[in-house]
């Protein structure tokens, strides 16, 4: 399963918006990548998934790189309620490995007012 | 998507005694996951729930600290045996859906005195 780095934590501002990278330099050509949010006291919350190129859906945007060893999150217009921890997996959701998450140690973001 | 409950939602437990945690999904499915998060940690996977037979344990984890039953496809138990103040975490059930997300329950959180 491949290991993840991301920053330990980013600071932002409302309504700017944010971009939180992800190294997976030992992706494998099964593997998706995916992104959690975590509030505190709460489960981890699907936010995207994608393989190649770029994802979008109502909250997120996911971009990335045509070798696939990095990714990007990005927010737009955060808000306060955006305040989480933020989780980039990386893993083949297809195979018998899904479900066997591999979680690094996530992006703590704090948005400020 | 896939709605997961968790009961208890928090326990305060004495050292020794032994804690059953419950998992229900509103759905059935094929692949379920026990997870644990240390306090300030990230998520760990304890084992995966095999319905109809033994469950399968990640390296550090044994079936006789976490015994695990998985009677159906929607429901499990995780049980956290002789505990210990260094049990204290909380506990998380996961889902695989039918698409390929993967799901987190609400959390148990467990504190060991």
């Not at chain 1, 990714?71 to 893993?91: E, F, K």
């Not at chain 2, 059953?20 to 499915?29: F, K, N």
Request: with cysteine; net charge neutral; aromatic share 10%.
């Amino acid at each position: 399963l491949a290991k993840t780095t991301q920053p330990i934590s980013m600071d932002s501002y409302e309504g700017q918006e944010v971009n939180i990278t992800c190294s997976h330099n030992n992706i494998a050509t099964n593997d998706y990548i995916t992104w959690y949010q975590q509030f505190p006291s709460q489960g981890p919350r699907f936010i995207i998934q994608g393989y190649k190129t770029k994802v979008t859906n109502e909250v997120a945007s996911l971009f990335i790189p045509a070798d696939r060893k990095s990714s990007t999150l990005s927010l737009p217009r955060v808000s306060l309620s955006d305040t989480a921890v933020y989780y980039c997996l990386v893993g083949d959701v297809l195979g018998t490995n899904a479900g066997k998450s591999t979680f690094g140690d996530g992006t703590t973001l704090t948005v400020k007012p | 998507s896939a709605v997961i409950s968790q009961k208890p939602s928090r326990d305060i437990c004495q050292r020794g005694t032994s804690l059953t945690i419950q998992c229900q999904v509103d759905s059935q499915v094929t692949m379920m996951f026990w997870y644990r998060q240390q306090p300030g940690q990230s998520l760990t996977l304890i084992a995966t729930a095999n319905q109809g037979s033994e469950a399968t344990y990640e390296s550090g984890f044994v079936i006789d600290k976490f015994p695990i039953s998985r009677p159906n496809l929607t429901f499990s138990t995780l049980t956290v045996s002789n505990m210990s103040p260094e049990d204290s975490s909380i506990y998380l059930c996961s889902v695989v859906a039918s698409v390929n997300e993967q799901f987190f329950g609400p959390g148990t959180r467990l504190t060991v005195l």
